[in-house]
């Protein structure tokens, strides 16, 4: 009886497969029909509110970030990953875990919203990004701007508790 059941058996694997290829296809073709860059009209879930947030020109919503910005991420983002893969395989699977819940740990440690921002040391430390000598460190600090509005502090607050939508702070006039 065992040996008349597994040729079925064996049909029904192939079929489930074969759905499945068919299934990855579909998705691949209308992914490949959709245009490749979609610009993000919504922030938080919620339309541009022009009357808290102000307007915004027509170039920021049209011109995507600089090729070589994306290219930066990507790499980065693959530097990671396999950076995440070589202490995977040295000291064990745990450890990346354990790396990632410190990372959100030391990622929720946040000033409430206002005119001092969270400078976020303690994951700098962690991630190695203190190190780092960027622009933002020797330039002038956009928050010194003229054009720089302040922060509302019960708008920062309910969007950060999930009562209100929106970005925390609108940054710019």
């Given amino acids: 009886v065992l040996l008349l059941c597994l040729p079925a058996e064996e ?7 074969d759905h499945r290829r068919r299934k990855k296809k579909k998705k691949k ?9 979609k610009i993000a009209h919504e922030i938080g ?4 509110d022009a009357l808290r947030f102000g307007l915004n020109g027509v170039k ?12 930066y ?12 893969t070589i202490i995977g395989h040295t000291y064990g699977s745990a450890l990346p875990l354990k790396m990632d ?4 740990i030391l990622s929720r440690f946040q000033r409430p919203p206002g005119p001092i921002p969270s400078s976020m040391l303690g994951l700098e430390v962690y991630t190695g990004a203190i190190d ?3 622009f933002e460190d020797y330039l002038n600090d956009p928050r010194d701007s003229e054009t720089f509005k302040p922060v509302d502090f019960h708008h920062g607050m309910e969007v950060r508790l999930g009562i ?3 970005p925390v702070a609108p940054s710019f006039m």
């Fill in 11 to 17: 049909a029904r694997r192939r079929k489930r497969e």
């Fill in 29 to 37: 073709r209308r992914k490949a029909m959709e245009s490749p860059k």
């Fill in 45 to 48: 879930g919620v339309k541009r």
């Fill in 60 to 71: 920021s919503d049209i011109v995507g970030s600089h090729p070589l910005e994306s290219s």
């Fill in 73 to 84: 991420e990507s790499g980065k983002r693959s530097h990671e990953a396999t950076k995440r």
């Fill in 101 to 104: 819940m410190d990372r959100q």
């Fill in 132 to 134: 780092n000598f960027g």
């Fill in 164 to 166: 209100s939508k929106g």
